[in-house]
């Protein structure tokens, strides 16, 4: 069976990755700047770190550094400064190949979300071209860039919705020295923008794939992946309940980075107790076929521990209900005459999505870098653990977390939380890498 390679960047904790090397797929190269985020995914994919400065500091000359094994190339640092002839060389010299057949990409999102200023000027709203650069660098047959749905009404030289103009016009700009460009397989937003409980993950996640075929071939062969799951559908969408089902029950304060348990989901399934969506997402959460974590026991949970909250905390979450948040909460216990509760353990000022309490029977709402503060267990009076929160996206139960439980969300220092929640849902990206290899087949 043939298989494809492809380069992740912006790769974060590697949640597209999972999702492509479920697939069949090998990354060859990667890039990521933050120091704990490195970590998680080199030892989650069993990937070489590589300090961007020693490499450029060796360029010309790498093989003296790059050891030679297929492990993938993880490079520490600033995509802005990673050259074209630095990924070509590492590519000669580490693994015999001049090309990739994709180059993926997730760029920070921060200018583009609904919650942030979204300036116009914003350094961050050229950094998806660096996708395109390397992609022309290597001559690669596909492009794959994703994003949030707020890319799609930023502004651009004034105009709403000029910035995803930009992206469509800079994927067909033809590239000086060939002349190649990336032909787009879709730009109708009610295609490209994609729903992750679509496709077999437990969470309400909206983004955007925009995927470029390189003008070499005919056509683009690549079409979006068909939506399985949901209302009328094969099958039912994976609900919170399903993927906190099988770890051990915590209260607030309780857990560790390493539990005991056994799930019985084989067992479930066939004496009705689960649906088969269920299943499939267990058979996936279980399965460590791809794993690059060296230390993962099947026996063993990880990083499923609670935060201790003080009693005041533990009173508030328990005045939430499955459904509402802080504003919601607090409305519903003035309107039943409460209002002694609402002073007792609510904050004077309330953020609406601060604490929201989970729904069980249904996906979660979206899992983002801010999700400890966001969240709370449907039946506990709790926030999630880092482990129900990467069952939330998907992520293998031997997928590693680096960091330290909670950081400031300013601090350059990524803690578990912030990793997972800007990670691409892990399901969702298993469905377009497996349309993208199909794309390859067809080409």
């Not at 399903?242 to 390493?258: M, Q």
Request: aromatic share 12%; proline share 5%; hydrophobic share 35%.
């Amino acid at each position: 069976m043939k298989q494809y390679t492809y380069i992740d960047l912006f790769s974060g904790p590697g949640g597209l990755c999972t999702g492509f090397i479920s697939e069949g797929f090998i990354p060859r190269i990667a890039v990521e700047w933050s120091d704990t985020t490195v970590i998680t995914y080199a030892k989650s994919h069993d990937a070489e770190i590589y300090e961007l400065n020693d490499l450029l500091s060796h360029s010309g000359n790498l093989e003296n550094i790059l050891k030679q094994t297929n492990k993938t190339c993880l490079i520490h640092g600033d995509i802005n400064l990673v050259s074209d002839e630095l990924i070509q060389e590492i590519l000669k010299k580490k693994f015999g190949e001049d090309t990739v057949d994709v180059v993926t990409g997730g760029a920070p999102c921060e200018s583009f979300s609904m919650a942030g200023k979204r300036l116009e000027d914003d350094d961050r709203n050229d950094l998806f071209s660096n996708i395109l650069r390397i992609a022309h660098a290597v001559d690669s047959k596909f492009v794959l860039f994703e994003n949030v749905p707020g890319l799609l009404t930023k502004k651009r030289d004034g105009k709403k919705g000029g910035q995803i103009e930009y992206v469509f016009s800079e994927f067909e700009r033809p590239d000086k020295k060939t002349g190649i460009f990336y032909r787009l397989a879709c730009k109708d937003v009610s295609v490209f923008k994609c729903l992750a409980a679509d496709y077999g993950t437990p969470q309400k996640r909206e983004r955007i794939f925009i995927v470029g075929c390189s003008s070499k071939y005919p056509k683009n062969t690549f079409v979006y992946p068909e939506k399985t799951h949901g209302p009328g559908r094969k099958y039912d969408y994976v609900t919170v309940e399903d993927a906190f089902r099988y770890l051990p029950p915590i209260l607030s304060g309780e857990g560790a980075d390493a539990m005991p348990y056994a799930p019985s989901y084989e067992e479930d399934f066939n004496s009705g107790k689960i649906t088969e969506a269920a299943y499939l997402y267990y058979k996936f959460i279980f399965d460590d076929t791809h794993s690059g974590n060296n230390e993962y026991n099947p026996d063993i949970v990880t990083f499923h521990k609670a935060l201790n909250h003080n009693k005041k905390m533990v009173r508030r979450l328990h005045e939430i209900k499955q459904g509402e948040g802080m504003q919601t909460a607090v409305n519903r216990l003035i309107a039943e005459g409460k209002e002694d509760v609402v002073k007792d353990v609510f904050p004077r000022k309330i953020y609406g999505s601060r604490n929201r309490r989970l729904k069980a029977d249904e996906p979660s709402f979206t899992v983002t870098s801010h999700c400890l503060d966001e969240m709370i267990h449907p039946i506990f009076d709790r926030q999630p653990t880092p482990r129900e929160v990467a069952r939330l996206q998907a992520f293998p139960d031997w997928y590693y977390i680096n960091g330290p439980y909670v950081k400031f969300h300013s601090d350059p220092e990524q803690d578990k939380y912030e990793q997972i929640g800007d990670a691409i849902p892990v399901l969702m990206a298993k469905a377009l890498a497996k349309s993208m290899k199909n794309a390859l087949i067809n080409l």
